[in-house]
């Protein structure tokens, strides 16, 4: 089942929220000079997508397993860098039949992981950047740029010290061999992919 988090955020994305906080250049999570090293909370972290059914509607999906490393700081982006896997038996259609035959056509036992790893991130304005990398799935490797939000962070005594990022793609199925023998008719070449990563610093 799609958890209550997903649906949420799925919601967001229809509504097309993209509110930012205020730039986070002075937070105390950040040294701003020196990129830091934070490890992707698998727990608090989402991945969602979307693509076209028959033409006709909009079809939503999820990914359960996420993990990665985000090494940033907004005044050091030239050793920032990123990495993250995505488990792709964990997909989710909330269907377990569904999910079983796209477990199928994503031939999760011989690719188990799609993988996106950047180190190119330019700065946009305020607290929105472009990330350029390559995204590995299902045994083929692609250039891909990413659309991504510092969205904000945090340092707790429960917690310790967090930062967040929205990341927003978007991936041609038939470039990556999946499913290629279908019509764009019966399903959607362009998959939308968003991404929410909440990191840990580590130490």
Same mark, same amino acid.
């Given at each position: ?28 999570? $950040?040294?701003? &000079? ?5 490890? %992707?909370? =698998? ?5 969602? +997508? ?31 860098? %990123?990495?993250?896997?995505? &488990? =792709? ?17 994503? &031939? ?7 993988? $996106? &790893? ?17 995204? =590995? +799935? ?26 967040? $990022?929205?990341?927003? $793609? ?5 470039? +990556?061999? %999946? ?7 019966? /399903?959607? =070449? ?10 840990? /610093?580590?130490?």
């Amino acid at each position: 089942m799609i958890r209550l988090a997903s649906l949420l955020a799925i919601s967001l994305w229809l509504a097309g929220c993209n509110g930012g906080s205020p730039a986070l250049i002075d937070d105390p999570v $950040f040294t701003p &000079e020196v990129a830091q090293e934070f490890a %992707v909370d =698998t727990v608090h972290s989402s991945t969602m +997508f979307k693509i076209l059914h028959a033409g006709t509607a909009e079809f939503f999906g999820s990914f359960g397993k996420m993990s990665g490393t985000l090494r940033f700081a907004p005044r050091d982006l030239e050793n920032s860098s %990123v990495r993250v896997v995505i &488990e =792709t038996a964990s997909v989710d259609t909330n269907n377990p039949d569904r999910d079983a035959h796209v477990r199928e056509v994503f &031939e999760v036992e011989k690719y188990p992981q799609a993988i $996106f &790893e950047a180190s190119n991130f330019r700065s946009m304005g305020g607290n929105s950047y472009r990330v350029d990398g390559t995204m =590995t +799935f299902h045994g083929v490797t692609q250039p891909l740029q990413v659309e991504a939000e510092l969205v904000g962070s945090s340092n707790t005594d429960r917690f310790g010290p967090k930062l967040g $990022f929205t990341a927003r $793609f978007v991936i041609d199925r038939v470039a +990556f061999q %999946v499913g290629p023998e279908w019509a764009d008719s019966v /399903l959607g =070449t362009k998959v939308e992919v968003a991404i929410g990563i909440e990191a840990n /610093l580590q130490k």
